[in-house]
């Protein structure tokens, strides 16, 4: 679909003009750079008009039955066999009917406990610069996050990515526990900042404590930073459904004046130095110290950004404190980036983070979230 049978389907607030690269630029890898194609926009590479998809999804993936709830049956039908056991043996001892169903009730209970917590339930994994989070209720299959993706300047809303925005950084993985569910990892800034992360993984979400520290003489240069979780497979819009890059956006949400938001947004800015995507920054984060993409007029009501799954009964939630941003990426992913602020020489600064990987129940999400990030 092409010129002006493009513009007719498409609404006019989704049109922005085309960024083409000057001769001889080098093309960015990141998902805040350039992207070398787009399927979702109409329009020749000489039309003065890139579209934004219509967001509709194309395809939804089925469902499979989760691992975690097959456990669950089973382990209720092992403790309600077990239950029937006890009570035929109290039966031969003549006990008294209440104590018997106490005790079965409880030895239940017990049964059911000890099974469950010898579940794994999340699990996490290090592939070179990719993040990998397992779990058997994860729909789509594993979540990789590109982490860190980039440590980033201030003045970036209207900089180059590479020639100004990106800070050198180099990661070493320090150590990861038997059972997967603690990584430790140490990144070292071109600047001299040291970042240690400490990722731990739950039941059904995942905590993110960082220590920065500056052992320089003179100021760091990164103010901010961003994880960049892809999550096409997760929300039934993968590579391997449509080639839409853009089909997973409807699934996606942020909260404003307190209430969840689907994107697009309304209003949804159209002009950056980069398209497309979108950025909405934090109250005190100033509008010249973003994501070089469109830049939302609207501030979130917390730094919470999420989708639902494909099946519509999970949602994946992630957000940080300091946060910089909220980012509607290029490549299926969403980020809650978070903040550093340029720490001064001897200082150190401590930033914790969350991912929630939760049945879809979203009062249930924010108060999780109102526990974890208390006065946000």
Same mark, same amino acid.
């Given at each position: ?157 209207? #900089?180059?990515?590479? /020639? ?11 150590? %990861?526990?038997?059972?997967? /569910? ?29 220590? #920065?520290?500056?052992?320089?003489? /003179? ?7 961003? &994880? ?11 590579? #391997? ?17 307190? +209430? ?82 340029? %720490? ?15 049945? #879809?129940?979203? &009062? ?6 109102? +526990? ?5």
């Amino acid at each position: 679909m092409v010129g002006q049978d493009a513009r007719q389907r498409f609404p006019t607030k989704f049109v922005a003009p085309v960024r083409f690269r000057a001769p001889g630029a080098p093309r960015e890898p990141s998902s805040s750079g350039p992207r070398k194609k787009s399927s979702s926009f109409g329009g020749s590479a000489a039309s003065p008009l890139r579209v934004c998809s219509s967001f509709a999804p194309r395809h939804r993936a089925k469902s499979p039955p989760a691992k975690s709830e097959v456990i669950f049956a089973r382990t209720l039908k092992h403790g309600i066999f077990v239950a029937a056991l006890e009570i035929r043996l109290c039966q031969s001892f003549d006990m008294k009917p209440f104590k018997i169903l106490s005790l079965a009730i409880f030895h239940t209970v017990l049964w059911c406990q000890l099974v469950t917590a010898a579940t794994p339930g999340l699990t996490l994994e290090r592939d070179k610069h990719w993040l990998i989070i397992h779990g058997d209720h994860v729909f789509g299959g594993p979540i990789r996050i590109n982490y860190l993706e980039a440590y980033c300047r201030d003045k970036s809303t209207d #900089a180059d990515w590479v /020639k100004h925005t990106m800070v050198a950084h180099s990661n070493a993985l320090v150590s %990861i526990s038997a059972d997967k /569910k603690v990584i430790k990892m140490r990144d070292v800034l071109a600047d001299g900042l040291i970042v240690d992360h400490t990722i731990t993984a739950g039941d059904d979400s995942v905590v993110f404590k960082l220590t #920065a520290r500056n052992p320089t003489q /003179k100021r760091s240069e990164a103010h901010w930073a961003q &994880p960049c979780i892809r999550l096409g497979d997760f929300t039934g819009q993968g590579a #391997a459904q449509t080639k839409d890059d853009y089909a997973y956006v409807p699934k996606c949400f942020i909260f404003l004046d307190g +209430k969840l938001t689907r994107l697009p947004t309304d209003p949804w800015a159209t002009k950056a130095r980069y398209m497309p995507g979108q950025v909405w920054r934090a109250p005190n984060v100033s509008a010249e110290d973003v994501n070089p993409r469109p830049l939302n007029p609207k501030i979130p009501s917390s730094g919470l950004i999420g989708c639902y799954s494909g099946d519509d009964k999970w949602i994946f939630a992630t957000a940080w404190e300091p946060w910089q941003e909220l980012f509607q990426g290029v490549a299926r992913c969403l980020h809650s980036d978070f903040r550093l602020g340029g %720490i001064p020489p001897g200082e150190e600064k401590t930033i914790l983070g969350k991912i929630y990987i939760v049945p #879809a129940d979203v &009062p249930a999400l924010l108060k999780r979230y109102e +526990k974890d990030f208390p006065g946000r």
